[in-house]
């Protein structure tokens, strides 16, 4: 049972590239989202998904799209990439009151 | 709006020294508090919820509605409780957790 599995790690972008942050779950939970953390913020929600083919904004959605064709995957997309959205990236999974996360993405964007 | 406010960013204490992370919430409906932590290289983990009133590893952490708290505390700190702790309010029907700023946790010898 592998959890909330996020790929890649780590991971250096230029100004304008485009990227897709994958976030996978094995635990057959319909709730999934992405957070960033930064430093003095704490987390703060870009998107969510209440199950396949529902999305919705959260707090700091611009910049990033997602999209939920599976309960399983639920990629993030970073359209063009700006050095204000260099961060951690962390998806998770909640059933009922618990909340699973990933290990984290560091994103630099240069 | 519903919001999480952890005053403290860093909090140092001497080994078996008592420890209370503050955290308090603005929200006009029926909380759900959490606490997680992430401890040096790994993932955000649920330390514990309002809701089942239990103690994990020590710590304990009581819904205050009045005084719109929710501290975590620790009777006698371990070094092996150095971390970042988050608080984080659930809202009723809605799954989104917001999450306070953090407060690391620093348990010296």
């Known amino acids: 049972n592998a959890g909330v599995t996020q790929t890649p790690k780590f991971q250096v972008l230029k100004t304008g590239q485009s990227m897709t942050l994958q976030c996978a779950q094995d635990m057959n939970h319909e709730y999934m989202s992405w957070y960033r953390q930064d430093p003095g913020m704490g987390l703060r929600l870009i998107h969510y998904?209440?199950?396949?083919?529902?999305?919705d904004q959260g707090e700091v959605p611009n910049g990033y799209n997602v999209s939920r064709s599976t309960t399983e995957d639920f990629p993030l997309r970073l359209l063009s990439a700006a050095p204000s959205q260099t961060s951690v990236y962390f998806c998770a999974s909640r059933s009922g009151a618990k909340a699973f996360f990933g290990q984290g993405t560091r994103l630099t964007v240069v | 709006a519903q919001r999480v406010t952890q005053p403290e960013k860093l909090l140092s204490v001497f080994k078996g020294a008592p420890v209370e992370l503050k955290c308090n919430y603005s929200y006009s409906g029926s909380p759900e508090l959490f606490w997680y932590v992430q401890y040096s290289r790994q993932r955000l983990q649920l330390l514990l919820r309002?809701?089942s009133r239990e103690s994990i590893k020590g710590f304990t952490a009581d819904l205050n509605k009045g005084e719109t708290s929710f501290h975590l505390k620790k009777p006698f700190a371990q070094e092996e409780d150095s971390a970042m702790y988050y608080c984080a309010l659930g809202r009723t029907g809605r799954r989104a957790l917001t999450f306070g700023s953090g407060t690391r946790l620093q348990v010296q010898p």
């Open positions: 998904s209440v199950g396949a083919g529902i999305t």
């Open positions: 309002h809701i």
